[in-house]
């Protein structure tokens, strides 16, 4: 009788040492995250919102880890919405929670039926969808006692959001690390907003984390979103410092050099005598290789 045995090769040294370097990567900025914006304090109960894909994973698996090291104590309680789409593996989320034995609750809504109701076919359905089950989970978020809501979304997904808002809306914003959600009752935390996605692709990828597609309702990706996607992959390929910069500058605002009449007094303006650090040199371009604009 022939072996069915399967043998899986063993990683090599350097392949060991970038993991380490990954783990060690993610979990820092995380936790640099979670420490800037105060996200999780002394008893928490956080909500981790489990979608079943890549972000989602990683974001539990990296709560947990920090969860054992933090000089706090805070409770994590996993959540996942069954939309009945069909085909959907309802088994694999269980399984996967009871075997890690992390406490977790499945909330059952059909919202697929409202989408498919509501939305003509071939339309993007992902903006319906998405409010339809925000609402859930803030009333699961109510009846479960959490205190702080937890969302898988990455550094790319902050900046795909802030160029489809300076793109498309004529508006300069985006997903902040920390919020109070639209019903105000409940505050929405980021714990991965300092991690690129690539990293986060990585880890899902050594974690083998059982991975359920976002594609069983038939819904199309935003294909604006792609664009911008696919604008700071390029970036990345010839010169990674330009999104890292675009992101740090979400922090780094300047209202006096802005144009917003709401947040800078521009009408009551005058001249003080007093030199100004953040006069008008401030607004020179950056020397960028020595070159000029």
């Not at 069909?86 to 909330?107: K, R, S």
């Not at 038939?218 to 792609?226: A, D, I, P, T, V």
Request: charged share 25%.
């Amino acid at each position: 009788m022939e072996s069915t045995l399967t043998f899986i090769p063993r990683k090599t040294e350097k392949e060991r040492i970038d993991l380490n370097k990954l783990s060690k990567r993610v979990m820092r900025e995380a936790g640099r995250a979670i420490g800037d914006y105060n996200m999780i304090e002394q008893g928490d109960r956080v909500m981790v919102c489990l979608s079943g894909g890549k972000d989602s994973y990683s974001m539990l698996d990296i709560l947990m880890t920090l969860r054992s090291r933090a000089p706090i104590d805070f409770e994590i309680i996993a959540v996942n919405l069954d939309q009945k789409q069909p085909g959907f593996p309802a088994e694999v989320l269980p399984n996967y929670l009871t075997n890690l034995g992390i406490p977790f609750h499945i909330e059952t809504e059909d919202t697929y039926s409202i989408v498919k109701r509501l939305i003509p076919e071939g339309k993007t359905t992902c903006s319906l969808c998405s409010r339809l089950r925000r609402g859930v989970l803030y009333r699961v978020a109510g009846e479960l006692g959490a205190t702080k809501i937890a969302l898988g979304h990455h550094r790319d997904d902050i900046l795909a959001t802030f160029f489809l808002n300076l793109f498309y809306g004529a508006k300069m914003k985006t997903m902040p690390p920390k919020l109070v959600s639209d019903d105000g009752r409940n505050t929405v935390i980021r714990p991965l907003a300092y991690i690129p996605e690539a990293d986060l692709i990585a880890y899902s990828d050594w974690k083998q984390f059982p991975i359920i597609p976002c594609n069983l309702c038939g819904s199309q990706e935003n294909l604006k979103r792609q664009e911008i996607g696919r604008m700071l992959a390029e970036w990345d390929k010839k010169d990674p410092r330009r999104a890292w910069n675009t992101f740090k500058a979400l922090a780094n605002i300047a209202p006096s050099h802005l144009m917003d009449r709401n947040l800078f007094d521009f009408a009551g303006l005058k001249p003080t005598g007093v030199p100004n650090a953040d006069g008008d040199k401030a607004f020179d371009p950056v020397d960028i290789d020595g070159g000029c604009d």
